[in-house]
């Protein structure tokens, strides 16, 4: 015996039955409806041909596109006024940072010029070495003549020269 097929008259009754109690004509659901038979392509292409026809199925497909693209557009612009608030936001505390740390900066300086003024030599030329020979240095005195001294062949007989020389002497032996 031939077997009929599935026709288009069949899937809009089962579809109109599936609608009518609340629920979504998937080709799943119809398919089921039929007694799990017909072919699923053959089923999905006849709901999609019945979608067509039908215009209360575009004007709903419309309007549901159109209150998706509306709740899109309302999203984007909430993201992006929250995205403009923390920007600012950022910038403030940017802002804040940076005029506290000017002001610490100046805070610096002038505890720098405040001490320069307090220092023994203020308006004069800072600190220099001594030059060779020059005895205007305090503490412990100029040591850079001793060592060239002792390399000439001057004999200083002080105890800084003693030590020094005995060093020298004890690292030569060393290396021998």
Not at 3 to 23: D, H
Not at 113 to 141: I, M, N, W, Y
């Amino acid at each position: 015996m031939a077997r009929t097929g599935l026709t288009k008259t069949q899937v809009r009754e089962i579809r109109a039955q599936l609608l009518a109690a609340g629920r979504h004509p998937s080709a799943d659901a119809v398919r089921r409806a039929l007694g799990d038979t017909g072919s699923m392509s053959t089923i999905h292409k006849y709901l999609k041909e019945l979608a067509a026809e039908d215009p209360a199925i575009a004007v709903q497909r419309d309007d549901t596109v159109r209150q998706l693209h509306a709740i899109v557009e309302r999203l984007a612009d909430q993201l992006h006024a929250d995205a403009e608030r923390r920007v600012r936001a950022l910038q403030e505390e940017h802002a804040r940072v940076l005029h506290a740390r000017d002001a610490e900066l100046a805070a610096l300086r002038a505890r720098v010029a405040e001490l320069e003024g307090q220092a023994p030599h203020a308006g004069t030329q800072p600190d220099r070495p001594p030059r060779r020979g020059e005895r205007g240095v305090k503490g412990f005195g100029d040591f850079g003549g001793l060592l060239s001294d002792s390399r000439c062949g001057r004999r200083d007989t002080s105890a800084f020269t003693i030590v020094l020389a005995g060093a020298r002497s004890d690292l030569l032996a060393g290396l021998a």
